[in-house]
C-alpha cells in the first residue's frame, strides 16, 4: 500500500506573532504531516509549551545566536530517522538557517536563505550560502536517497515569478547573479516542482506588506520545493496556499506518494 505524505513549506515571519493568528489551528486541521517553518525569531526557551508541542507533532528547531532573528523549525507527525542541524560552518550556522531531517525514502532539507537586501556584502553572503549548502548535500547526500530542499529561497527565479521584473532587476531577489543560482541548483538536478504542476503567472508567495501589495497581489514567489530529480516520480501535486494569512508570506504545499 503506497503512502501519502503532504509537507508544507511556510515563511512565518515569526512565530510568536504568528501564534496569535490561529497557527495551532491551522497545523492541526491543514492536514501536513510535515511542516518547515522560516524565520521564527526566537529562541526555543521563549516559547509556550503548546507551540512546541502541538498535538501529534514532534518539533526540531534551530535558533540563531542573535535573538529575535532568522531562525528555523521542523514539526512532524513521521518520526525522522535522523536531524541535524547546519552544516559546520559558524558564519551561516549562527543565523540558524537550515534543519536536515532523513526520513526512510527523503532526506528533508528546511532552509531560510539569506536575505541579500542589505547591500553588496550580504549578496556575496547569500551566494555563499547557496554554495556551501549544495555542496553538503551533493557530497554527503547525492545518490544515496531523494533530496527535498523546502524554504523561502529568497530569490525569484524567472519573470513569471514576481508582477514586476522591470522594476526590481536591480533589486536583490531578482539578481541577475542570484537567478543564475537558481539555474545552477536546477542544473545539478534539482525540478523546482511547482512548476511542473502550475505553469502561469499571478502565483506569488510573499507580499511587501508595507504597502498592501497582498490586497493587490504585487508579489514574489521565492517560497520553493526543489526535489532531486530520482525523487521527482513520486510528487504527485503542489500548491500555494495565498488564502492562508497570518505572515506577509503564504505556505506552500507538497503531496507525495510512495
Avoid at 504585487?218 to 505572515?247: A, L, P, Q, T
Wanted: hydrophobic share 35%; proline share 2%.
Amino acid at each position: 500500500m503506497k503512502k501519502k505524505i503532504k509537507i508544507y513549506t511556510w515563511n512565518v515571519n515569526g512565530i510568536r506573532a504568528i501564534y496569535n493568528k490561529n497557527f495551532i489551528k491551522w497545523c492541526n486541521t491543514g492536514k501536513g504531516d510535515i511542516i518547515c517553518i522560516q524565520e521564527t525569531k526566537a529562541q526555543k526557551e521563549q516559547l509556550p509549551e503548546e507551540l512546541i508541542n502541538i498535538n501529534g507533532y514532534n518539533s526540531y528547531w534551530f535558533s540563531a545566536k542573535r535573538k529575535g532573528y532568522s531562525g528555523v523549525c521542523i514539526y512532524t507527525r513521521i518520526l525522522p530517522i535522523n536531524v541535524a542541524y547546519g552544516f559546520g560552518i559558524e558564519k551561516f550556522d549562527i543565523e540558524g538557517r537550515v534543519i536536515f531531517a532523513e526520513y526512510d525514502e527523503f532526506l528533508l532539507v528546511n532552509s531560510y536563505f539569506p536575505n541579500g537586501g542589505r547591500g553588496a556584502e550580504r549578496v556575496k553572503y547569500k551566494l555563499e550560502y547557496y554554495d556551501e549548502l549544495f555542496f553538503y548535500l551533493e557530497k554527503n547526500y547525492r545518490d544515496k536517497k531523494g533530496i527535498i530542499v523546502a524554504g523561502d529561497f529568497n530569490t525569484a527565479h524567472k519573470e513569471i515569478d514576481l508582477a514586476r521584473p522591470e522594476e526590481n532587476e536591480n533589486v536583490s531577489g531578482f539578481l541577475i547573479e542570484e537567478r543564475e543560482w537558481i539555474d545552477k541548483i536546477i542544473n545539478l538536478g534539482y525540478v523546482d516542482v511547482f512548476r511542473l504542476f502550475h505553469k502561469e503567472g499571478g502565483l506569488y508567495t510573499y507580499w511587501d506588506p508595507i504597502t498592501r501589495a497582498r490586497e493587490r497581489n504585487i508579489g514574489w514567489r521565492i517560497d520553493y520545493f526543489m526535489v532531486s530529480e530520482d525523487f521527482v516520480k513520486y510528487i504527485k501535486s503542489s500548491h500555494i496556499h495565498s488564502e492562508i494569512m497570518g505572515s506577509d508570506h503564504c505556505p506552500v504545499s507538497l503531496d507525495i506518494e510512495i
